[in-house]
Nanobody, 126 residues
Framework: QVQLVESGGGLVQPGGSLRLSCAAS????????IGWFRQAPGKEREGVSS????????TYADSVKGRFTISRDNGQHTVSLQMNSLTPDDTAVYYC???????????????????WGQGIQVTVSS
């Protein structure tokens, strides 16, 4: 069993950048595909990005494509989400999640992930 911890959130102005990290406080991320999700107040949780455990296949929601980049650092046992050109619409609690299999077409389905972090707030505001 793996326990996930997110870091790197906070307050940033529109147009700014943040880098979120997902680490394992117990276990290792090496054997898991990792997804990033977010949930804004009054909205459903939505998939933002996902990266596979084996070949580093990655995908993104249309709303963040070209602005966000997901990556793995297997030496540091972390998965990061670099977020650039942030807008107020990106304001949400961001979660990382882990699953044993390759995400494929189900990458954005939250119930397909087995483990979740506690979430971290990202606020984009002037």
């Amino acid at each position: 069993q793996v326990q996930l911890v997110e870091s790197g959130g906070g307050l940033v102005q529109p147009g700014g950048s943040l880098r979120l990290s997902c680490a394992a406080s117990r276990g290792s991320l090496l054997y898991y595909s990792i997804g990033w999700f977010r949930q804004a107040p009054g909205k459903e949780r939505e998939g933002v990005s996902s990266i596979s455990q084996s070949d580093n296949w990655a995908t993104y929601a249309d709303s963040v494509k070209g602005r966000f980049t997901i990556s793995r650092d297997n030496g540091q046992h972390t998965v990061s989400l670099q977020m650039n050109s942030l807008t107020p619409d990106d304001t949400a609690v961001y979660y990382c999640a882990a699953r044993f299999d390759s995400p494929g077409s189900t990458w954005s389905i939250a119930r397909r992930y087995d483990y979740w972090g506690q979430g971290i707030q990202v606020t984009v505001s002037s």
